[in-house]
């Protein structure tokens, strides 16, 4: 059974990068269309991007400029860079499997944008 | 983008009741919609793909339906663990984008 568990610095100063893992276990990344989706405090979700391994890789044009998402088989993760972060990028981040439904998710964790 | 709306944003009900939710999209998205369900503190968990395909392990009570553009998730008889928001999203093209969200609570 496919596991996904986020992690990544909880508290990230303003125009820093935020930098986040996504661990895969009970399965491999290469298999799978993964994504990462982030949801503010008491608002709604918004898919940053998502990849294949053997495919293109995809963003949400609202944050296309600063995000970079990769992965290494070697650990079986995939990562998400955010530059540029304000208080805006303050938000629960999840990363999640499947394309056309997004059937399992990690239990997501807290990014908090402060000085 | 497709922009994607729900109605009602929130709604109180009892156990035992049915409760739709209503989800639009801004331009057609085939069959291509799938129902989340949230409680606080949680990721979203998957409850309908494809529109009207339930989910592996989730009770019947809940179904969908529709295409094209106006979709429908139904609660056929409401219990107190559906107490939660739903979120509609569309997978038709990138990028994916979700409804606002409907919160359902107790009455």
């Known amino acids: 059974q496919v596991q996904l568990q986020e992690s990544g610095p909880g508290l990230v100063k303003p125009s820093d990068t935020l930098s986040l893992t996504c661990t895969v276990s009970?399965?491999?990344?290469?298999?799978?269309?993964l994504s990462w989706i982030r949801q503010p405090p008491g608002k709604g979700l918004e898919w940053i991007g998502g990849?294949?391994?053997?495919?293109?890789?995809k963003y949400n044009p609202s944050l296309k400029s600063r995000v970079t998402i990769s992965v290494d088989t070697s650990k079986n993760q995939f990562s998400l860079k955010l530059s540029s972060v304000t208080a805006a990028d303050t938000a629960v981040y999840y990363c999640?499997?499947?394309?056309?439904?997004?059937?399992?998710w990690g239990k997501g964790t807290t990014v908090t944008v402060s000085s | 983008d497709i922009q994607m709306t729900q109605s009602p944003s929130s709604l109180s009900a009892s156990v035992g009741d049915r409760v739709t939710i209503t989800c639009r999209a801004s331009?057609?998205?085939?069959?291509?919609l799938n129902w989340y369900q949230q409680k606080p503190g949680k990721a979203p968990k998957l409850l309908i793909y494809?529109?009207?395909s339930l989910q592996s392990g989730v009770p019947s009570r809940f179904s969908g339906s529709g295409s094209g553009t106006d979709f429908t998730l139904t609660i056929g008889s409401l219990q107190p663990e559906d107490f939660a928001t739903y979120y509609c999203?569309?997978?038709?093209?990138?990028?994916?984008?979700f409804g606002p969200g409907t919160k359902v609570d107790i009455k």
């Open positions: 009970g399965g491999s990344i290469s298999s799978y269309y």
């Open positions: 494809a529109a009207s």
């Open positions: 990849f294949y391994y053997s495919g293109s890789t």
């Open positions: 331009q057609s998205i085939s069959s291509y």
């Open positions: 999203q569309q997978s038709y093209s990138t990028p994916f984008t």
């Open positions: 999640a499997r499947g394309e056309v439904r997004m059937d399992v």
